[in-house]
């Protein structure tokens, strides 16, 4: 039996211990230069895949017990966050110039030290991001050993570096009974998809059947804060979030949901999200992506397929750069989506941008854009 690409068998990997990263999680070595020399308004990224090449991107790259509390795999190195700038012409006629790595998550003790003991940090990963100038960087993380979300904050030392070791705070949304009062209304989703400031106010998506829209409470954005949940057995006073985060603004009653982000509409402060649907009970097609503006009174159709693109090719990300709009796929390619030249009309069209794939080494296994934000890095 054949097998392409690179499969790596190394199950313990040595750990990494000391300033900066360590070169076994790069996959992108023309990313990799020590400063970050991006500036402006940028589309910043998350790579979903876990750190460690040697594992197959399967789990995250271990820190050494020194920098970790003393604990043997308990803290580890997360998934990437990159910089995107669509705009510059290289002078070499590549992408690379486009392109720049800000740093891997740092999971260590900030998460917790049940968390760190459990080694739920090996495969704990992010499935979108939001920045805003004044409540800082944000994502969706995912606790894969509990099978919890949360809100993350995360603490980037300088944006102007490529080797940050970002902080991580994550504060799980609030479980319960369905319906239950104090029930997170994010807890209960299988997949949260989506997180994007529109304005002053950040908003949460969650695909598959029922999908909806969330607002997230912006009190807890300036002073977040974890609260020991009265059923967590293990009283981990820093993994639920001191209240309930989420309140629904919208909701789908079929099969339709949020399938990947969530940004501005052009000429309104209102959310604009990327949405599917995962049966034929709706206006959209199986497999295909259509852009929804949402309103106070529900959600408007904004251009309701994208005929270009191949059927089950998921626009999973949405930026909006001096006022173009931007889709990326989880594979790495960028789209420009062309909005019509007059508010309400029907001529949208699509059209391929740039791909970032050929910059990754082992990019079918090692790179998987999931969700994406527009930052400013003067």
Known sequence: ?????????????????????????????????????????LIAFVNARLSSRAANYTVNYPIAAEDCDGVELGCYVGPAIYLYDPTPECEDGSDDCRLSRL????????LGAISVVDESLKRFTLRDIAW?????????????????????????????????????????VRAGPIGAE???????????????FVGNTLYAGSAGGEGALYRVDSKFLLAPGHSVHPNDSSGDPDYYADRTLCSVVTQFSDSRGIAGDITRTRDEELPLATIDAQLDDSELSIGRNALYAFTGDGMQDQGPFFDELESGQKIDSLARV???????????????????????????????????????????????????TVVRVD
Not at 343 to 369: K, M, Q, T, Y
């Open 103 to 110: 740093g891997h998550l740092w999971l260590d003790e900030r």
């Open 182 to 196: 104090t029930t997170d209304p994010c807890y209960w989703q299988f997949n949260m998809s989506a997180l994007g």
């Open 322 to 372: 001096d006022g173009v709009l931007y889709g990326l796929d989880t594979r790495g390619k960028v789209f420009v989506i062309e909005e019509p030249a007059i508010p309400g009309g029907n001529d949208w069209s699509i059209r391929e941008h740039d791909d970032l794939a050929p910059l990754f080494d082992e990019a079918e296994f090692g790179l998987l854009v999931r969700g994406a």
């Open 132 to 172: 805003h100038p004044g409540y800082g960087l944000w994502g969706i993380s995912y606790d894969s050993l509990n099978d919890e979300w949360g809100l993350a904050a995360f603490d980037v030392s300088d944006w102007t570096r490529a080797d940050n070791q970002i902080g991580v705070t994550r504060y799980a």
């Open 1 to 41: 039996m054949a097998v392409s690409g690179c499969v790596y068998l190394e199950t313990d990997p040595k750990s990494f211990a000391g300033e900066g990263l360590p070169a076994e999680v790069e996959n992108c070595p023309a990313c990799a230069l020590e400063e970050q020399p991006l500036r402006g308004e």
